[in-house]
């Protein structure tokens, strides 16, 4: 600064003419460089540079340098910052500092031969003598060693492979290409995969093994469970006999009158396969199906016929049925036909079963087990020709085997006469 013609009057004089002299010109704009100013070095060093551009701005508060301050730090530097929302640009420098410190451990090469390079000590602002900087590392000897070092082999590096697990997709493609299943190698008859792995099989002893608890013993299954079969038949429209939650019917199919049971339990209808071949239906044949019988045996389907028509008590009913050897009843109405007659009232007590058919109502009157009678020779030979006998039972009279009587069976051995009368009377007594 050059002295001036006149000395200075006042300290504002004095001032003034060192900020001409130092100071920036008129042409800087500290406010801008401020905002454009980026962390290129340490932490410390950035601070550094925008505390001196911050001291020459005014008018902006300490919210928007703190903004201006954070934008500038290097992005890891920055997010991490961020994420604990610091108050203040103390609290900022300080986590920034601290954050610095973590990128550059884990960023360094974790080689036992690393040597760190000389870092820069930066003194504490509060501290009176600040330490020159020292560099960590030592200076390189030219001496030779007293012994030579001992030549070292390189061990093999070792790969911890697990087992690698293939789909069968994956070994048809490479059976198909001819390629080893853990390489990518041809696979010939020399074939040796570099992928070689070795296994270990640990045996249990046999003490261990006793010591433990046996296994519970598997209960035996059955052979075939059939909880739900699709075609089913009661026991009772097998027999033909009423039972609960059936109802008897005599129906009619020109020119002959039918027994007709309708139950429940049945899943489908079922005619007598002699009374369709007696009228000479039109039988559809069908691959034959069982339909289980609840004794737990099945019998087959001969045919089915899709509409049999047939009256009962004056209304025309239509219904498909299966041909199906059944006896007792020649025709079972079962829970299909049932199904087709939509909300309908089947009261067992009374029998009768109310429904609504074609808009009409009706009403079917059930008929009361008839009893058995005799029946006479002819009957016999009619039935019998018109396999109309399901069951037949004899009663013969048997006569009881009546014991013999013993005095006869030991009378040769007493017959022997003997002179001693009481001896005489002792025997036949005994007799």
Known sequence: MMQPSSPFNSWHAFTEALKLAFGPTAYECPRAS???????????????AFIALANRVSGIDNEALLDCFLSGLQDEIRRDVLALSPPSLVKVVALAKLFEEKYILSSAPKNPSYQPRATTFYPNRHSSNPKPDIPHSLP????????????TKPFPQTHKNQVKKISPAEMQIRREKGLCYFCDEKFPFTHKCPNRQMMMLQLIDDELLDSREPDPPDLPQPDTEVSNPE??????????????????????????????LVDGGSSDSFLQPRIAHF????????PGFPVFVGNGQSMTTEGVIQQLAMTIQGHQLVVPVYLLSVFGADLVLGSSWLATLGPHIADYATSTLKFFQHGKFVVLQGEHPIQPQQAQLHHMHRMQQTQAIAECFSIQLVQPELPGDSSLQFSACFARRTSDPASASTVTSYA
């Open 279 to 286: 009228l000479k239906l039109p039988i559809e044949l069908v």
């Open 34 to 48: 401020l905002f454009k100013l980026t962390q290129t070095d340490s932490v410390a060093k950035y601070y550094k």
């Open 140 to 151: 390189k000897s030219n001496l030779s060693p007293l012994l030579p070092n001992p030549s």
């Open 231 to 260: 075609h089913h038949l009661s026991l009772n429209a097998m027999k033909g006999v009423g039972g609960v939650g059936t109802i008897e019917f005599t129906g009619h199919i020109e020119p002959i009158s039918i027994k007709v």
